[in-house]
Nanobody, 113 residues
């Protein structure tokens, strides 16, 4: 299982970013995929879920209405569209296969004015 996150950066409050997670080593289309984030000095926290076969999505309350998770099952890529970013969204963002205990290297998102 390999997971490679990308798309992070430094932005201002109110800006948008779209993260990507390129995957390999498993049958992507059938797996539930997760986004997590870890802010400096804090525990890693759940952000969003995409259930592979059923098109079901779930979000943490803190991002609901601002973040959208999607996936391209033909390209084995998971996305996280983030809108109206706020300083509290700052952190390293990781994708994860729910069934496997493997993490990518993460991608840094910094929101500041």
């Amino acid at each position: 299982v390999q997971l490679v996150e990308s798309g992070g950066g430094s932005v201002q409050p109110g800006d948008s970013l779209k993260l990507s997670c390129a995957t390999s080593g498993f049958i992507f289309s059938s797996q539930t995929m997760l986004w997590y984030r870890q802010a400096p000095g804090k525990e890693r926290e759940f952000v969003a879920r995409s259930v592979g076969l059923y098109g079901i999505f779930g979000y943490a309350d803190s991002v609901k209405g601002r973040f959208t998770v999607s996936r391209d099952n033909a390209k084995n890529i998971l996305y996280l569209q983030m809108r109206d970013l706020a300083p509290e969204d700052t952190g390293v963002y990781y994708c994860k296969v729910e069934a496997f205990d493997t993490w990518g290297q993460g991608t840094q998102v910094t929101v500041s004015s």
